[in-house]
């Protein structure tokens, strides 16, 4: 805080201070421009479809209704989409994370004969690669077409991320391991019992990405998941969103049967906030982790 | 155990064979992830070769019959071509220029503030939009955009008397994806150039200050110069990844409307080669959209080397 104290010792002229209120104001109005949306749609969900056409905007409903939740729990998809969701995304983290940091600790180390050869086929992958149709074919070749493991192997190792969780193990002084060699440990045991345990920033920050991307992946699921039974939250709440417009996707209407037309905006906006809960539930007790996770992945290696 | 110690010392020379040997474990632990890069990346590329073939999956990849660069020459001659590159590129410039500067600009001026819990608080708010989901940013856009109730629609309304459809008039279609960018990601785009901030020495502010250096002087002659580098690495990723332009965003956004500006060269593959099955065609769309980017990203990191920044590879 240095740098607060001397500024305050120099007298800041009238346009410096307005300058500095503008400041304030812009990254304020950013900020809550980022929630608002949010706020809405939570508030909206509670709220009965009456006042959601008649108001365009409210952060409390003038009336609590909780319909639209009691229609997507008569409905279901949005559960079987939660349910699936979660399988996809612990499953799918832990194959990531046990890929990526098997993969980086070789890659990490100096000695390691042959690097440089690994480093260039991990560079090459970045650089080309053989596009969706090649990856569709394989995908289908391989059986894996409607199977929730093409959700999870193809993307198994994000080379962007087992680059960061590869730098910060370099940063890991080398005594340690060098301690535990003089002991008689071998290099498996070094990763498991020394280097894993000291990485937990990297290993929490790195699962958080790849969970996100698991949850909240809706093209590879629509690419590779054709059952119903299978169906991820995205592909449920994408249906949800465009069904409850009261339209088909090709435009004709919808016969909605005994249930009736559902409340469609509040419907939207409870599946928006049943499938988004989870993650920002999760946020804030990984925050600290993800900003110290991307900036050791700043330190080019 | 001697023969598992690493050879520290220096002039302790052994066999080459000895010391892939004695790295047995180094190499089991990097065996899973060379499988997976060789199943799931190598093969694919191998697999472009359907975009000479005429492709059929009853005869496979050694029965199909080759028809050399025919696929390329439908592409490039075809109506499409010209439409997508035009789609694709004026997406990516308008991202160069209006969504790449914004996470730079937000973290100036989340740098300028001082007061610790209104920048602590701002900055968890912007993170959060990078978390939700193009489905949800999607469905969003929806409720604020439509032209029944939505709250922008009708702010826009009020503002300009004019009924502005931003969801499917096409002339809107280029903004609303930039637009989409800047609020998802700008805010945790910052989290890499605060990074970079935190490391510049407050000395450096103080002897500027001295030397009567004002707010936009500090910034031009300390600020920039101590992001410059990370300004650069970006820079070239983003250039490598011009034609990218997101799959799901721009997929999600499109609809029979708004489609003569929303087709970009990733649904043109989507449609074509799975909706449609015309494998080779849209192996050679994709092959040509790889082979761009490649050769873009080399040159960019080239440029950068030759500009005295360290570049990426």
Not at chain 2, 4 to 25: D, E, F, I
Not at chain 2, 283 to 303: H, P, Y
Request: hydrophobic fraction near 50%.
């Amino acid at each position: 805080m240095a740098a607060a104290k001397t500024k305050n010792k120099i007298k800041r002229s009238v346009g410096d201070q307005i300058v500095q209120v503008l400041i304030y104001i812009f990254v304020g109005v950013f900020a809550v421009s980022t929630v608002l949306p949010f706020l809405y749609v939570v508030a909206g969900s509670f709220a009965t479809e009456k006042e959601l056409t008649q108001r365009a905007f409210f952060i409390i409903p003038h009336e609590w209704s909780l319909n639209a939740f009691r229609y997507i729990i008569n409905d279901g998809a949005i559960f079987r989409g939660l349910k699936n969701s979660a399988f996809v995304t612990i499953v799918g983290t832990f194959v990531n994370m046990a890929f990526t940091t098997t993969f980086a600790y070789p890659l990490s180390r100096k000695y390691l004969k042959g690097r440089n050869f690994f480093m260039n086929m991990v560079i090459i992958t970045m650089l080309f690669s053989g596009g969706m149709i090649p990856g569709y074919l394989l995908i289908s070749g391989l059986g894996m077409l409607d199977s929730f493991a093409s959700l999870i192997l193809p993307g198994a190792i994000s080379v962007f991320n087992m680059v960061i969780v590869k730098n910060f193990f370099q940063e890991i002084p080398t005594e340690l391991e060098e301690a535990a060699k003089i002991d008689g440990c071998s290099d498996i045991g070094i990763f498991f019992k020394i280097i894993l345990p000291l990485s937990k920033p990297v290993i929490a920050s790195i699962s958080l990405f790849y969970a996100v991307g698991h949850w909240n992946d809706y093209f590879n699921a629509m690419l590779y998941i054709r059952d119903p039974n299978k169906e991820v939250v995205q592909i449920a709440l994408r249906r949800i969103v465009l069904l409850a417009g009261g339209a088909n996707p090709d435009g004709s209407p919808i016969d909605f049967g005994e249930f009736g037309a559902p409340p469609e905006k509040a419907v939207k906006m409870a599946a928006t906030v049943v499938s988004t809960v989870p993650i920002l539930v999760v946020y804030p007790f990984v925050q600290k982790y993800f900003t110290k996770g991307v900036m050791v992945g700043a330190v080019k290696g | 155990m001697a023969k598992n110690a690493q050879p520290v010392v220096a002039g302790n020379r052994k066999s080459l064979w000895k010391q892939v040997y004695q790295q047995k474990g180094l190499y089991l632990l990097l065996l899973p992830g060379l499988i997976y890069l060789i199943v799931f990346k190598y093969i694919p590329m191998l697999g472009v070769v359907i975009a000479f073939q005429n492709f059929s999956p009853f005869l496979g990849f050694t029965g199909s019959p080759w028809v050399g660069f025919d696929q390329f020459k439908l592409f490039f001659t075809g109506n499409d071509f010209w439409m997508l590159m035009r789609n694709t590129l004026g997406i990516s410039l308008l991202n160069l220029i209006f969504y790449f500067p914004a996470p730079i600009i937000l973290a100036l001026f989340l740098n300028e503030i001082r007061c610790s819990w209104y920048k602590r608080l701002a900055q968890t708010l912007v993170y959060i939009p990078h978390f939700i989901s193009f489905v949800i940013v999607a469905s969003l856009s929806y409720t604020l955009f439509n032209v029944n109730d939505g709250i922008i629609h009708e702010i826009l309304l009020a503002i300009t008397g004019k009924n502005i459809d931003i969801l499917s008039k096409p002339q809107y279609f280029w903004g609303l994806i930039v637009g989409q960018s800047i609020w998802k990601e700008s805010g945790y785009g910052t989290i890499v150039f605060l990074a970079a901030l935190s490391g510049v020495d407050v000395q450096l502010y103080e002897a500027a200050k001295v030397d009567g250096a004002g707010r936009w002087r500090l910034m031009w002659h300390v600020t920039l110069p101590a992001i410059k580098s990370t300004i650069v690495i970006m820079l070239i990723m983003r250039v490598g990844s011009l034609l990218n332009t997101g799959y799901e965003q721009i997929f999600l956004m499109r609809n029979s409307l708004n489609v003569s500006k929303a087709e970009v060269i990733d649904t043109y593959v989507y449609t074509r080669g799975i909706s449609g099955g015309q494998y080779s065609y849209s192996t050679a769309v994709g092959l040509f959209k790889s082979i761009v980017g490649m050769v873009m990203v080399l040159s960019a990191d080239r440029l950068a080397k030759k500009m005295g920044e360290s570049g990426l590879y």
